[in-house]
């Protein structure tokens, strides 16, 4: 009864007045299992699996950076009124952290989607901490996919067959989109192989599809670029006599527009980070952001005109 109530009083505080990312919750509909997921990456997934047969939301909505977003009251009430919560975990979210390990103590259903991967095959962060991007790498995000069908499949047993069938479909797509990431990186000359972004965000993409990483501001967009970092990147891009870099929809581009003055570089389009694009973008799902990042990379260290 309580969880009704809520389940109203979030219908009637966010509707008409949130956009696209409340849009299940004035439509709300009494049975289905209702997901709330942090980044639409997350919820993206979700949808993949569930289909029809349950609700899916999230909170932070395309270009929204998810270490620095602060959670609103609203969210809370969210949070609290979902059946099922997901969020990534490896402290990606850097302000909402404490609240999921709280919830997840108090045996409501939390799961950080990151959490059953191999720590060996996590790349290390500053304090001992690991690097939260591990979706740029599609077979450690088929992973945080199966993590999340394993939650749902668990939680909503009268579905359980039709979220596997979706499921093992989309872990084919998976696997498809795999390849071709590996195929198309392949197209660009070895001596060209050299992602510089904004962030670090690209860690596990270059080390699953055989790129050098440079990011200016470090692996959370926290700290800014400092001259150092700005004139290393520099000295870089002379070098290697790279053709483009490439600054990120999430994250301030002074920094990255001052590395492209300095060095000589075409500031390449911008490449999905850490959150999807708005409707038109090309990266609207999370295979659409793999692809179009990965059509902007090979083009833009290949030169070609069209990119820039
Ligand atoms: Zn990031």
Request: charge should be negative; include cysteine.
């Amino acid at each position: 009864m309580q969880k009704t109530v809520a389940i109203l009083l979030v219908a009637g505080l966010i509707a008409g007045c949130m956009g696209s990312s409340a849009k299940n919750a004035d439509s709300s509909q009494p049975g289905k299992l209702k997901i709330l997921a942090t980044t639409q990456m997350i919820a993206d997934a979700a949808g993949q699996i569930v289909g029809e047969d349950a609700e899916v939301d999230y909170l932070m909505g395309p270009g929204v950076d998810p270490h620095l977003y602060q959670p609103t009251p609203q969210d809370r009430i969210r949070i609290q009124a979902a059946d099922v919560v997901f969020y990534h975990g490896l402290h990606l979210e850097g302000n909402l952290h404490e609240i999921f390990e709280k919830m997840q103590s108090s045996g409501h259903k939390t799961v950080a989607v990151a959490s059953d991967i191999p720590e060996e095959q996590l790349l290390g962060w500053e304090g001992g901490l690991h690097d939260p991007h591990v979706w740029h790498d599609v077979t450690l995000w088929r992973r945080c996919v199966q993590t999340m069908a394993d939650a749902l499949i668990e939680q909503d047993k009268d579905h359980a067959d039709a979220y596997r069938t979706r499921t093992d479909a989309y872990m084919k797509e998976l696997d498809e989109l795999h390849e071709e990431c590996r195929t198309r990186v392949a197209e660009i000359p070895a001596g060209q192989r050299w992602l510089i972004t904004s962030h670090d965000a690209f860690n596990y993409y270059g080390r699953a599809y055989g790129l050098s990483v440079a990011g200016i501001q470090g692996i959370s967009t926290e700290s800014e670029a400092g001259l150092k970092a700005i004139t290393d990147a520099v000295d870089l891009i002379k070098k290697q006599q790279l053709k483009s870099i490439f600054p990120e929809t999430s994250v301030p581009r002074a920094a990255i527009q001052r590395v492209a003055d300095d060095s000589g570089a075409s500031l390449g389009p911008e490449l999905f980070s850490d959150a999807l694009g708005g409707p038109g973008s090309g990266a609207e799902t999370y295979v659409e952001m793999i692809k179009t990042n990965t059509d902007h990379i090979v083009g833009g260290l290949n030169g070609d005109p069209a990119n820039e």
